[in-house]
């Protein structure tokens, strides 16, 4: 079966839960017949029984037939045409009278056989139907028998005739139906085969085809699109896969070109001491800044294709942005800014990664005084309501426009109107992916020209 097309498969599936419901049927439909029919003989052999008893009489505990015409009928006097077999007998077992169309044969008599209890026999190489029926005298004694049976055979032939009709019908429908259930599965798979045709389309440098959609939106048209939307979402990734890997080798290049450019120069004759110096110096802050370029992106890759297993720790919000701030306080005096810090708790402590949050909150802090105006203000605010804590820095510097603000979590993007503030475009996409994986919601709301505000959802488990 596991060669099977997959039409054929489904067709085949189809047949055989078919078979078994038309099995199921046409069995209930013969047994139901066939109860019919020994309930149609039973009825018969009541009859008779009940006609024929009127005849007996029990004198002095001898038995007595009344003689009428009704032995001169004609089921009493064929075996043609619905024969009706009757036979007396005494308490022996001995023949009193039986019906003429016996002729030389007898109903055969069982002892041990119930009374009024109806059962199938034979008669002379004829299927019957028999009852045995006490001959009671006045007190209630068995004194003989009486014999009654009518022929089954028409009723056999037709349940014989039923069998065959079924028997050969079961196979025939069943074929017609395959062909049929395999054309039926053909037309409801065609969308599958525009699924195989359209994948086979798609290569690393070819990712725009599509899926077309089927009419009735059923499961096919669910898979359609669910395959669809996993397309775009894939060409979204190598989209940014080769932004990504462009914009790296920008960022390295551009470095590596001026410090080679600068020793160069250096080189090519002798100059002053402090000229030597300044030189010297230039490259080392070049080559920090590589260095923090190769930092950030280690971080990106580290936490970027699995969710790295979290330090959980129990942290103060307090105490890392007061660290943080510390840590930022030669970037903070230079342009002058003024902290506000409104914080009205001191003992709160939430489970997280202290490190990733750390990370979170300098990107942002750093951020916000990079792109601070001289003299400017942040403000860091914090509180707490039902086991979360909303934290929320707000700068009054350049802010963000509103066609940077769908692009600022990518990776190297930077806005060209600040083209002077020296950055990689890496901090707000590790914000982005730390926040993920410690469940923190972030938003961010800016105006140009007024400032910029983060406002963090923190889980306080």
Same mark, same amino acid.
């Given at each position: 079966m596991q060669n099977l097309s997959f039409r054929n498969r489904i067709a085949l599936n189809y047949i055989i839960t078919t078979a078994l419901?038309?099995?199921?049927?046409?069995?209930?439909?013969?047994?139901?017949?066939?109860?019919?029919?020994?309930?149609?003989?039973?009825?018969?052999?009541?009859?008779?029984?009940?006609?024929?008893?009127?005849?007996?009489?029990v004198k002095n505990g001898t038995i007595a037939l009344k003689r009428h015409r009704e032995?001169?009928?004609?089921?009493? %006097? +064929?075996?043609?045409?619905?024969?009706?077999? &009757?036979?007396?007998?005494?308490?022996?077992?001995?023949?009193i009278d039986k019906s003429p169309n016996l002729k030389e044969s007898h109903l055969l008599y069982d002892p041990n056989q119930k009374d009024n209890v109806f059962y199938n026999g034979e008669l002379a190489e004829k299927r019957i139907r028999q009852v045995q029926v006490p001959i009671l005298d006045e007190n209630g004694k068995r004194v003989g028998h009486l014999l009654v049976a009518v022929a089954r055979e028409g009723s056999e032939v037709v349940l014989e005739t039923l069998r065959h009709i079924m028997l050969i019908t079961f196979p025939v429908i069943l074929i017609i139906l395959f062909f049929v259930a395999r054309f039926i599965?053909?037309?409801? &798979?065609? @969308?599958? %085969?525009?699924?195989?045709?359209?994948?086979?389309? &798609? +290569?690393?440098? %070819?990712?725009?085809?599509?899926? @077309?959609? @089927?009419?009735?939106?059923?499961?096919?048209?669910?898979?359609?699109?669910?395959?669809?939307?996993?397309?775009?979402?894939?060409?979204?990734?190598?989209?940014?896969?080769?932004?990504?890997?462009?914009?790296?080798?920008?960022?390295?290049?551009?470095?590596?070109?001026?410090?080679?450019? +600068?020793?160069?120069?250096?080189?090519?004759?002798?100059?002053?001491?402090?000229?030597?110096?300044?030189?010297?110096?230039?490259?080392?802050?070049?080559?920090?800044?590589?260095?923090?370029?190769?930092?950030?992106?280690?971080?990106?890759?580290?936490f970027e294709n699995q969710k790295q297993s979290l330090n959980l720790e129990d942290a103060s919000i307090k105490n890392i942005i007061e660290d943080t701030l510390k840590y930022l306080s030669k970037n903070i005096q230079e342009k002058n800014i003024r902290i506000k810090t409104n914080i009205p708790f001191d003992d709160v402590y939430f489970k997280t990664d202290i490190y990733l949050f750390s990370t979170i909150i300098s990107n942002i802090l750093s951020n916000a005084i990079k792109y601070s105006i001289q003299d400017g203000e942040i403000q860091v605010n914090a509180r707490k309501e039902n086991n979360v804590i909303y934290c929320e820095i707000e700068d009054n510097g350049v802010g963000i426009s509103e066609k940077d603000m769908e692009k600022i979590f990518d990776k190297f993007y930077r806005s060209t109107d600040h083209s002077d503030i020296k950055g990689f475009g890496l901090g707000l996409p590790i914000v982005k992916r730390f926040c993920s994986l410690l469940n923190i919601r972030i938003d961010i709301s800016s105006k140009e020209g007024v400032g910029t505000t983060f406002k963090l959802q923190i889980p306080q488990s």
């Amino acid at each position: 079966m596991q060669n099977l097309s997959f039409r054929n498969r489904i067709a085949l599936n189809y047949i055989i839960t078919t078979a078994l419901l038309i099995g199921f049927v046409f069995v209930t439909i013969y047994l139901v017949v066939e109860f019919s029919v020994s309930n149609h003989l039973n009825d018969d052999l009541q009859r008779e029984v009940d006609r024929h008893s009127q005849e007996v009489e029990v004198k002095n505990g001898t038995i007595a037939l009344k003689r009428h015409r009704e032995w001169m009928e004609r089921e009493h %006097n +064929t075996v043609g045409v619905d024969p009706v077999f &009757i036979e007396f007998l005494d308490i022996e077992g001995n023949l009193i009278d039986k019906s003429p169309n016996l002729k030389e044969s007898h109903l055969l008599y069982d002892p041990n056989q119930k009374d009024n209890v109806f059962y199938n026999g034979e008669l002379a190489e004829k299927r019957i139907r028999q009852v045995q029926v006490p001959i009671l005298d006045e007190n209630g004694k068995r004194v003989g028998h009486l014999l009654v049976a009518v022929a089954r055979e028409g009723s056999e032939v037709v349940l014989e005739t039923l069998r065959h009709i079924m028997l050969i019908t079961f196979p025939v429908i069943l074929i017609i139906l395959f062909f049929v259930a395999r054309f039926i599965a053909g037309r409801s &798979i065609k @969308p599958i %085969n525009d699924i195989i045709n359209t994948s086979n389309k &798609i +290569t690393r440098d %070819n990712l725009t085809e599509r899926i @077309p959609l @089927p009419h009735n939106k059923d499961e096919l048209y669910i898979l359609s699109d669910t395959i669809n939307q996993l397309l775009d979402r894939i060409e979204k990734t190598i989209e940014r896969e080769k932004s990504f890997t462009s914009y790296a080798s920008h960022e390295f290049r551009t470095p590596l070109a001026v410090l080679k450019g +600068t020793l160069e120069v250096l080189i090519r004759k002798p100059r002053q001491q402090e000229e030597y110096e300044e030189k010297v110096k230039y490259c080392v802050r070049e080559i920090d800044r590589l260095n923090h370029l190769v930092d950030e992106l280690l971080i990106l890759t580290r936490f970027e294709n699995q969710k790295q297993s979290l330090n959980l720790e129990d942290a103060s919000i307090k105490n890392i942005i007061e660290d943080t701030l510390k840590y930022l306080s030669k970037n903070i005096q230079e342009k002058n800014i003024r902290i506000k810090t409104n914080i009205p708790f001191d003992d709160v402590y939430f489970k997280t990664d202290i490190y990733l949050f750390s990370t979170i909150i300098s990107n942002i802090l750093s951020n916000a005084i990079k792109y601070s105006i001289q003299d400017g203000e942040i403000q860091v605010n914090a509180r707490k309501e039902n086991n979360v804590i909303y934290c929320e820095i707000e700068d009054n510097g350049v802010g963000i426009s509103e066609k940077d603000m769908e692009k600022i979590f990518d990776k190297f993007y930077r806005s060209t109107d600040h083209s002077d503030i020296k950055g990689f475009g890496l901090g707000l996409p590790i914000v982005k992916r730390f926040c993920s994986l410690l469940n923190i919601r972030i938003d961010i709301s800016s105006k140009e020209g007024v400032g910029t505000t983060f406002k963090l959802q923190i889980p306080q488990s």
